[in-house]
């Protein structure tokens, strides 16, 4: 596809209630208890050097082994090619493409695939955070640690209040180092519409744990009925 523009609505302005990612999805039991759990979106990561991993042929048999409602799928790619990305695509239809790389590049992707793009942004101050842009949502991540092998799925936290007064056009959500324990807190100190999780759902790098997946979901829902999550939605 070329010159395309998205024609997805991505992202969860109208959504009813706080929006949950979890992400790194690897198999079949993770996604049937996310999907059950009622997650809105899962994450699958086209990046060889993560730890949650999957080729597209890995992740289109999961995804056509579970025969129940799925969320809507996201893309993870890290400074990938278009070769990178479409190979993907012939694979699995996947509903939006997550991208880390710079806002040109990811503006570029959009308009190349006609897939709803949310950037990656690596953020550490509210200097940092994106000015508006034509993106379909945001993923507000903190800067990953220097050693880091990946960008993203490091289980480090932002300090959530920079986020409390930000007020972007674009939809965004709210991810790093988020757990069922503190997902709460979070969406009440930053004011995000969405949390994406993937290591605080693990019971080791790549192995998510049903009991957490229910957990974080049940306890994210719970939150958006505080005041502050109301007004954002
Ligand atoms: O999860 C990975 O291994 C990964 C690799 C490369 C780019 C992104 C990756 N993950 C992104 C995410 O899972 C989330 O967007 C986010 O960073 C949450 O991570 P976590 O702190 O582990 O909850």
Redesign the pocket.
């Known amino acids: 596809m070329t010159g395309k523009e998205p024609e997805l609505s991505s992202y969860p302005a109208s959504l009813p209630h706080i929006g949950v990612?979890i992400?790194?999805v690897r198999d079949l039991e993770a996604l049937q208890v996310a999907a059950q759990a009622g997650a809105d979106w899962i994450?699958l990561?086209f990046?060889s050097?993560?730890?949650?991993?999957l080729t597209p042929t890995q992740a289109a048999a999961l995804v056509s082994s579970y025969k129940g409602s799925l969320p809507r799928l996201t893309g993870?790619f890290?400074k990938a090619s278009d070769e990178t990305i479409q190979t993907a695509l012939d694979e699995i239809d996947l509903d939006i493409l997550?991208i880390?790389d710079t806002p040109e590049r990811a503006q570029a992707i959009r308009q190349r695939f006609g897939k709803p793009v949310w950037l990656?942004c690596a953020v550490h101050t509210a200097d940092d955070l994106p000015a508006d842009a034509e993106f379909d949502g945001y993923?507000i991540?903190?800067r990953a640690p220097k050693n880091a092998a990946?960008?993203?799925?490091?289980?480090?936290?932002l300090n959530w209040s920079i986020l409390r007064h930000w007020r972007p056009t674009v939809p965004w959500m709210l991810?790093?180092?988020?757990t069922p324990e503190n997902v709460g807190p979070a969406i009440l100190q930053s004011g995000a519409p969405a949390v994406?999780?993937?290591?605080?759902?693990?019971t080791r790098?790549?192995e998510k744990s049903a009991e957490l997946i229910r957990n974080f979901v049940k306890n994210a829902r719970s939150a958006g009925h505080g005041p502050c999550a109301t007004i954002r939605n």
């Open positions: 990612k992400c790194g994450g990561v990046f050097r993560s730890p949650r991993y993870l890290v997550q880390y990656s993923v991540e903190p990946n960008p993203g799925g490091n289980g480090v936290a991810a790093g180092g988020l994406d999780v993937s290591s605080g759902v693990e790098p790549g």
